[in-house]
């Protein structure tokens, strides 16, 4: 089959050609295209379940909130591990999938168990909800707010109702720190005494005073007139006037038995920007989304959002974590590194083989190589990352060898055949002279691939993150053979074959020949 393969890359040429060509172009294509991430996904499918329980204890949490979920979701299978965490005021429970899950289905029969759990939990107790679906490799960015000028309440405020909408395109915008406004009634137990008036009947009204009710429509012979009440109160000061009870002949107000006042909840954290309080956004991309071009978004919208921002004295601050600066110093690391080695491989091709030719020819597997791997890495769903890139920065001192056997040999066959006097075709020359090395370069190939096959089978967190690195480096190297048995062969007939060919060894080749001899003589010698 190997013989079958080179024959016909040999006869046809330009098609091997015009395929690697094609090859090259759909590598440039994909390399536009394919996602960026600074690490393999090395997390298992995980679902995260947050539940809010207004005024319980961590311990009343503890035992009931998050003890009823868990007993529910434990039936589901696939699980590998549940995680808890019991605060004041809220439940977060974290349920970990077997490696190679599907997340959706398990996203659905999580779902299917949180309906039935729901009328179990105390008055109060918000229902369970299931943060959006994320991966450890997804949070691409924090930006930071600080002013002078506005306090950490309107910061809050700010980051809220006007930014977290314009970046509802990333999913996953957490805010952290700041002062959530709240309309608060901050009772006096002597007014509400003196009023005879309880915690109770206060919200009630309060309730009633900020609800909105629909008043229906009415019919005439034309038309049907909607009608729309406009009685909620929204501010602090709204709800102080609202009418709570008639007492001696005279209204008495929300505001006389309580104080109604704009204040913060009660904050369980902080953020600091620069030794600065003040609030950050965390930015989670969606699941498998290119890092990169998440960024790029988040960028526009912050540009478009800075002048606003300016305007009202707050300072944004997109720059207190960006993964798209880790990508780039990789890239930009991986470039200079293939840039390197690429020179250093030229240059010693051209010094051993003291030929431009035959070291373009060797070198064109360089390109087509790494290209070819990033197309399957594409195609099987993996990310250029650092793991990755270093596979394919590994691999390019291997993807020559074989083309540089092949050259190397035909190189050397083609001067002999035009020495000796029944010279043959340079056809059956180049075919012999490929087919003469080729069983070595195969055996020596799967060789090298068979070192890497313990990656690849690495267990657990090593396995997830090593894995990845394995699977470039093997499909570069598979690349490389492919290569060597199609297009090198192709190249070499074309700008070889009628070519002048020096009968004289390069001078590198023979400055070692000469060394080595004069070593061994000298070393008989000293034997004799």
């Known amino acids: 089959m190997l013989n079958a393969i080179v024959r016909f890359s040999i006869r046809f040429r330009g098609i091997a050609i015009s395929l690697a060509c094609a090859l090259l172009g759909y590598g440039i294509f994909s390399l536009s295209h394919v996602p960026y991430d600074v690490f393999p996904e090395f997390a298992p499918p995980q679902v995260s379940i947050q539940t809010e329980a207004p005024g319980l204890s961590p311990e009343q949490v503890e035992v009931l909130v998050t003890q009823p979920i868990e007993n529910v979701i434990n039936g589901v299978s696939g699980i590998e591990s549940l995680r808890s965490r019991s605060i004041q005021g809220l439940s977060v429970i974290t349920v970990v999938f077997r490696s190679g899950s599907d997340i959706y289905r398990g996203r659905?029969?999580?779902?299917?168990?949180?309906?039935?759990?729901?009328?179990?939990?105390?008055?109060?107790?918000?229902?369970?909800?299931?943060?959006?679906?994320?991966?450890?490799?997804?949070?691409?960015?924090?930006?930071?707010?600080?002013?002078?000028?506005?306090?950490?309440?309107?910061?809050?405020?700010?980051?809220?109702?006007?930014?977290?909408?314009?970046?509802?395109?990333?999913?996953?915008?957490?805010?952290?720190?700041?002062?959530?406004?709240?309309?608060?009634?901050?009772?006096?137990?002597?007014?509400?005494?003196?009023?005879?008036?309880?915690?109770?009947?206060?919200?009630?009204?309060?309730?009633?005073?900020?609800?909105?009710?629909?008043?229906?429509?009415?019919?005439?012979?034309?038309?049907?007139?909607?009608?729309?009440?406009?009685?909620?109160?929204?501010?602090?000061?709204?709800?102080?006037?609202?009418?709570?009870?008639?007492?001696?002949?005279?209204?008495?107000?929300?505001?006389?038995?309580?104080?109604?006042?704009?204040?913060?909840?009660?904050?369980?954290?902080?953020?600091?920007?620069?030794?600065?309080?003040?609030?950050?956004?965390?930015?989670?991309?969606?699941?498998?989304?290119?890092?990169?071009?998440?960024?790029?978004?988040?960028?526009?919208?912050?540009t478009n959002l800075r002048p606003s921002l300016e305007a009202q004295g707050i300072s944004l601050h997109p720059e207190v974590f960006?993964?798209?600066?880790?990508?780039?110093?990789?890239?930009?690391?991986?470039?200079?590194?293939?840039?390197?080695?690429?020179?250093?491989?030229?240059?010693?091709?051209?010094?051993?083989?003291?030929?431009?030719?035959?070291?373009?020819?060797?070198?064109?597997?360089?390109?087509?190589?790494?290209?070819?791997?990033?197309?399957?890495?594409?195609?099987?769903?993996?990310?250029?990352?650092?793991?990755?890139?270093?596979?394919?920065?590994?691999?390019?001192?291997?993807?020559?060898?074989?083309?540089?056997?092949?050259?190397?040999?035909?190189?050397?066959?083609?001067?002999?055949?035009?020495?000796?006097?029944?010279?043959?075709?340079t056809f059956q020359v180049v075919l012999d002279a490929s087919i003469e090395v080729r069983s070595a370069v195969v055996y020596a190939t799967f060789a090298v691939i068979l070192v890497f096959f313990p990656v690849l089978n690495m267990s657990g967190l090593a396995g997830r993150i090593f894995g990845p690195l394995g699977v470039a480096y093997i499909w570069a190297i598979l690349a490389s053979l492919i290569v060597a048995l199609t297009v090198t062969p192709a190249l070499c007939v074309l700008l070889l074959g009628e070519r002048d060919l020096p009968p004289q060894e390069p001078p590198a080749v023979h400055w070692l020949r000469r060394d080595t001899t004069k070593f061994f003589s000298e070393l008989k010698e000293c034997h004799d």
């Not at 105390?122 to 930006?143: N, Y």
């Not at 809050?156 to 309309?183: C, F, S, Y």
């Not at 009415?218 to 501010?235: A, C, F, M, W, Y």
């Not at 035959?358 to 650092?386: F, H, Q, R, W």
Request: with cysteine.
């Open 322 to 425: 960006r993964a798209a600066d880790f990508i780039d110093v990789a890239l930009h690391n991986v470039g200079d590194s293939l840039l390197i080695g690429a020179v250093l491989v030229v240059v010693v091709l051209f010094l051993f083989l003291f030929n431009f030719r035959t070291a373009a020819i060797s070198c064109t597997a360089i390109p087509l190589s790494l290209l070819a791997a990033v197309i399957a890495l594409d195609k099987m769903g993996l990310s250029l990352n650092t793991m990755t890139l270093g596979g394919l920065s590994i691999a390019i001192g291997e993807v020559v060898d074989d083309a540089v056997i092949d050259v190397e040999n035909i190189y050397r066959r083609l001067r002999e055949n035009r020495a000796s006097p029944s010279s043959r075709s």
């Open 108 to 302: 659905q029969a999580v779902t299917e168990r949180l309906s039935t759990v729901a009328s179990e939990l105390p008055t109060g107790v918000q229902p369970p909800l299931m943060t959006p679906l994320t991966s450890s490799t997804t949070w691409v960015m924090e930006v930071g707010l600080t002013s002078d000028k506005q306090s950490l309440m309107t910061l809050r405020t700010v980051a809220d109702w006007t930014m977290k909408p314009h970046l509802l395109a990333v999913r996953g915008v957490e805010v952290n720190g700041g002062e959530v406004r709240q309309i608060q009634f901050q009772f006096a137990s002597q007014r509400l005494v003196q009023y005879g008036a309880s915690v109770e009947e206060v919200i009630a009204a309060a309730r009633k005073s900020t609800g909105i009710r629909g008043a229906g429509f009415v019919d005439t012979p034309n038309q049907r007139i909607v009608l729309q009440t406009e009685g909620k109160s929204v501010t602090a000061a709204q709800l102080a006037r609202t009418v709570f009870f008639h007492h001696n002949g005279a209204n008495v107000m929300l505001g006389d038995v309580s104080s109604v006042v704009d204040a913060p909840a009660p904050a369980i954290g902080a953020a600091t920007i620069r030794g600065k309080l003040g609030v950050i956004l965390t930015i989670d991309a969606s699941y498998g989304s290119n890092t990169l071009e998440v960024t790029q978004g988040i960028d526009k919208a912050l």
